[in-house]
Structures are given as structure tokens and as C-alpha cells.
């Protein structure tokens, strides 16, 4: 059965989401940085494609199909606002993990129909969770490095890009979290996920020192159409 395009007017945001700072950064090639700024305070007319219409029906398929290749369970998350610099950047995530912890004992894989993905640029990245390879676990004697988060893309290529990276650091800064994985399901292999994790100790350094302060400024500029309400401490 055919999925006819679905036209959404989108009012004005609030705030700054994770999936949009790759833009704000130069990394989207499908948009810049000013042609979003005009949504942010304008809103815009949003075609709801088909394509992103499975993706988003396929979301908790491939959720499961993640905690069976991991072994690891996901939490729902609720939305977050950065505490720090840049009250406008928020957003809420794919799902949180929490994993065993380390106790230096060595496992098994992740399970079978998982590909490890190669890290990116911006850090070392992380090794991709493969069929045979050793399941990541918390760091013995460091607290909460047990603690990540997923994201999932449903892409018609089968690679991660760099904005996926980046939405995942933006996570990872708002969450507090200290790994976390981008899960990506292409139609027709369905059956075999593309799992790269990446650290925030190898983006602790372009986060703050390139990324943030851009986010920032950008957000700074922006003439938001609705005030932020007083932030809760």
C-alpha cells in the first residue's frame, strides 16, 4: 500500500534540538546554518515524507532488535535542557542503556546481525559492537561509565555520518552520559544493524572547545518567538 506525504506547518521552536546542531556546525548537506534560523523563528511547512513515515513506524523494531544484538536493555529518556550555557538546546533521546559493570571478567559478543561501525572525525570515535566482537561494559573503578544512550537512524545508506556523531555527542553532553551508540537499519537488511559507539572522553575537547561555543552563539543570535520559562535548580 502506497504512503501519501504528509504537510505539517511547524510553528515556531522553543528550542535547539541535537538532530539540528550538525547544521548550526556546517556538517548538514541539506540545509545551512541561516536557512535554520529562519525556521526557528518563523516555522515552517514540514513534508512529512514517506520514507519517514516507516522509519518512524520501524523505530521500536529496531529497539528490540538493538537489545537483542547487545544484550542491553533501553529505558525510555524524557526531555533535557542543557544546564549549562545554552538554556534554548534540548531535546529528547532514542532511548537510555545501562549496562552491566566491568568486573574484568571477559564475554561474550553482541550477538549476532550486528555490524561494527568505524569512528569518526571530531574523536577517536568508538568500535562499532560486532557479531563476534567483546560486549563494551562499564569501566571497572570509573562511576557511570556503564551508563550510554542509542540513537536510531533508518537510512537508505548504509554508513554513519558525521551529523549522526555529532547529534550523539549533543546527547551525551545533555544526559551526562558517557558512551553511545547510533544504530542504523537499512531497508532491505533489516536483519543486519550497523552499531558504531562512540566515547564522550573523545569528544570531551571539540564539544567545548569548537562545538559548544558555536551552539551558543548561534542560539544567541537567534529572535525566538517564545520565552524560555524561569530554569528549575
Known sequence: MSVSPIIIQKKPQTYLG???VATVLGESPFM????????????????????????????????KRYSKCTGASVS??????????????????????????????????????AKGGRGGRGG????????RGRRARGVKGVPGSNKGGVEI???????????????AVC????????WW????????KEGELLIERIYWKDYHDIWYTKWYPAIVKFC???KWAKELAPLQV
Open 32 to 63: 545551512s546554518a541561516a536557512e535554520l534560523k529562519v525556521r526557528l523563528e518563523n516555522g515552517y511547512r514540514h513534508e512529512y515524507t514517506p520514507a519517514q513515515q516507516r522509519g518512524n513506524a520501524r523505530e521500536d523494531k529496531i529497539r
Open 220 to 222: 544567541d543570535s537567534v
Open 171 to 178: 546527547y551525551m553532553h545533555l544526559y551526562r552520559r558517557h
Open 76 to 113: 525510555r529518556a524524557f526531555f533535557m535542557k542543557d544546564r549549562q550555557l545554552c538554556p534554548r538546546l534540548g531535546g529528547i533521546c532514542d532511548g537510555l542503556v545501562t549496562e552491566e559493570e566491568d568486573t574484568g571478567v571477559e564475554r561474550g559478543g553482541g550477538g549476532r546481525g
Open 181 to 188: 551508540d547510533i544504530v542504523v537499519s537499512t531497508p532491505g
Open 124 to 131: 577517536r570515535g568508538g568500535r562499532g559492537q560486532g557479531a
Open 153 to 167: 537512524k533508518c537510512s537508505s545508506a548504509h554508513k554513519v555520518f558525521q551529523s549522526y556523531r555529532i547529534q
Open 18 to 20: 541535537p538532530s539540528q
